[in-house]
């Protein structure tokens, strides 16, 4: 079974630029998460997905990010126009519909902003 | 608000034990545990619901105090793969969306031979 797969894996990018990431969570599951790590902080929620619906963004930063989760399978996450701030990883995970199960993570994009 | 693990950072040689905590303070759904390692996903490693208590691995347990909201996870007889940061994610009571985890700042576990 694939676990979640992000990319890129690395983006350096100048501030006022667009930048766009993506996640591939694993097949069937209709749970998708968002979260960011800034240096030094801690992994902090953005956003989650129940197929192709938002159920929670409380955690995004400002109308300067936008998640789309096309057709309930993949999501993208993109940012525009980029910050300093937006510096740091972004990790996806995703889970199987239902409470209490676990979330599978993935290995993230490092994203710097210039 | 965040849980706050402790400690910070822990040392060990290979065989020695560890226990690192998380305390919310906040009334608690669950606490799930993960272990990352540089430049790696993190790794699930166990969910402890209230009410319940759940092993994940044989040598690495965890509990669940929910008067407390406080959890520990303890590492037995440390090998050098327990490496890694540690991470506790607290799901609160209530809510709209079940699965948000609140993370706390992370654990840096570093085994030596």
Partial sequence: EAGVTQFPSHSVIEKGQTVTLRCDPISGHDNLYWYRRVMGKE?????????ESKQDESGMPNNRFLAERTGGTYSTL???????????????????SGM??????????????? | QQPVQSPQAV???EGEDA?????????????HWYRQ???EAPVFLMILLKGGE??????ISASFNEKKQQSSL?????????????????????????????????TILTVHP
């Fill in chain 2, 74 to 106: 303890y590492l037995t007889a440390s090998q050098l793969s327990y490496s890694g940061t540690y991470f506790c994610g607290t799901e609160g009571l209530g809510g709209t969306s079940y699965g948000k985890l609140t993370f706390g700042q992370g």
């Fill in chain 1, 43 to 51: 992994i902090k929620f953005l956003l989650h997905f129940v197929k």
């Fill in chain 2, 54 to 59: 759940q092993k994940g691995h044989e040598k």
């Fill in chain 1, 78 to 96: 993109k940012v525009q126009p980029a910050e300093l701030e937006d510096s740091g990883v972004y990790f996806c995970a995703s889970s199987r």
């Fill in chain 1, 100 to 114: 209490n199960t676990e979330a599978f993570f993935g290995q993230g994009t490092r994203l710097t902003v210039v």
């Fill in chain 2, 19 to 31: 226990v690192i905590n998380c305390s919310s303070s906040k009334a608690l759904y669950s606490v």
């Fill in chain 2, 11 to 13: 040392i060990l040689r």
């Fill in chain 2, 37 to 39: 390692k540089h430049g």
